[in-house]
């Protein structure tokens, strides 16, 4: 794959791109399909690299999985759902951690389930542990293998009430698709509700599962024997939308997103506000533009939803850069998402990281020696240098620093880009930016 960007920065994005479905959101979709006893069509799909590994499990497991690229459809049929061998599984996976969520689905439907060694993004500290100990209260059995982690259920998997210390987005996840088809009531406290998170909900309902939300983060699901097949449409990448909205502030451009939504982006949007952006909803997607004028600096915490989410924090420090004064911001979801940060100062930027809890209340990672706030002191011009990207949204950030920059940047690892930005090269080519990729 071609891996290196070479950037001629300092153009300011001009134009439209349109997003499709939430990263986020699909690959759980895809995964809820297994539960079903026939076809599921699910519509908005990206074309992006987590799709196809996702589409490569299913496919070891014996989903017939047939995709329409352009028109971004698939359909996914589990009649012939069988075990995959442990070679295969770990292979093909890589370093995606997506294979823990297929254990739900994969016992009720065989038994048992294989989990590799898991990968990701080096942002901080993902333990799978939450996951596991979820799938013991249903009545699973874990093995440590020297290979992974073996788990079965000979006598079948039972409802249960669960406790999250944090309100985990995946282990949310996988309460999910484990409960719906387990025997009984299942109570989840504490739980996560990411608009990812309820419309994979409402994929569930429409299979025939029995789920309510109440406002106190309390999830109940009373179990079915048996679910169906669902045809529903992905809603929109809110950390994509978001993304571009910030390579358009820090640039000084404009750009229509085509597909971003409103609803799922006011944190966003109201910060973007404050930053000193303008933006324009319409019924297709919102307009994110600099109006001109000095970016003013904020003080900044992010937070699970409805708070401002991690991923939108990367991109926007970027635009921070080019803010007049002291911005301060309080990473409370990840510990360790400030690395990306060394290449921003290796372009000119005044940064600094401090393990103390600053400008925002104490969070679970004060007094534990992460760095996870940040001050950021501007404006100062960026210029163009070697950049190698650390993580998906740290390397969009990188990539939006190189397009900022006055004179040329090499980027390196991009296409790890790849993993949740669909055609970003395209649409870089569509806003007018300066770049050849080899």
């Not at 891996?3 to 300011?12: C, M």
């Not at 542990?129 to 079948?156: T, W």
């Not at 249960?160 to 719906?180: F, N």
Request: charged share 20%.
């Amino acid at each position: 794959m071609q891996d290196v960007l070479h950037v001629n920065g300092g153009t300011p994005l001009h134009g439209e791109i349109t997003v499709r479905g939430a990263k986020n959101f699909v690959s759980k979709a895809m995964v809820a399909a297994l539960l079903g006893d026939g076809p599921s069509v699910l519509r908005n799909v990206p074309v992006i690299r987590d799709v196809g590994v996702v589409t490569g499990l299913l496919e070891l497991h014996g989903v017939d999985v047939v995709a329409d690229t352009q028109a971004g459809v698939l359909t996914l049929d589990p009649s012939k759902v069988e075990s995959a061998h442990v070679a295969d599984i770990d292979a093909h996976a890589g370093s995606s951690r997506i294979p823990i969520l297929f254990c739900g689905p994969l016992l009720h439907r065989l038994g048992e389930a294989f989990i590799p060694d898991l990968g990701g993004c080096r942002i901080g500290d993902r333990p799978i542990n939450y996951h596991l100990d979820i799938l013991r209260q249903f009545g699973a059995i874990v093995e440590k293998r020297e290979q992974g982690i073996h788990i079965h259920a000979p006598r079948g998997l039972f409802g249960t009430k669960v406790e999250l210390p944090y309100p985990s987005v995946g282990a949310t996840e996988q309460l999910l698709l484990t409960a719906v088809r387990a025997d009984g009531i299942t109570e989840l406290t504490n739980a996560a509700i990411e608009p990812e998170i309820l419309d994979l909900i409402n994929v569930l309902q429409k299979m025939g599962a029995v789920i309510s939300v109440d406002t106190d983060r309390v999830i109940r699901i009373e179990g079915v024997p048996r679910l169906s097949g669902y045809r529903h449409t992905a809603l929109s990448d809110r950390i994509e939308a978001a993304s571009w909205a910030s390579a358009a502030l820090a640039t000084h451009g404009d750009v229509m997103v085509r597909g971003a939504s409103q609803p799922e982006m006011t944190a966003f949007l109201n910060t973007f506000r404050k930053v000193g952006g303008e933006f324009e909803v319409e019924d297709e997607g919102i307009r994110f533009f600099h109006p001109g004028g000095d970016l003013r600096s904020i003080v900044l915490e992010t937070d699970v939803h409805p708070g401002f989410m991690t991923d939108w924090q990367q991109p926007l420090v970027v635009a921070l850069t080019q803010a007049k004064g002291l911005s301060i911001v309080h990473e409370t979801v990840y510990e360790n998402r400030f690395g990306f940060t060394d290449a921003l100062r290796g372009m000119g930027a005044t940064i600094q990281v401090y393990r103390e809890c600053l400008g925002g209340h104490p969070c679970r990672f004060g007094q534990r020696n992460f760095y996870h706030s940040a001050v950021i002191s501007g404006p100062t011009p960026l210029a163009g240098a070697d950049i190698e990207v650390p993580d998906l949204r740290g390397g969009f950030s990188h990539l939006i620093a190189a397009l900022t920059a006055k004179g040329s940047s090499s980027v390196r690892g991009i296409g790890l880009i790849d993993r949740g930005y669909e055609f970003f090269t395209e649409k870089l080519t569509a806003l007018g930016a300066e770049f050849s990729r080899d």
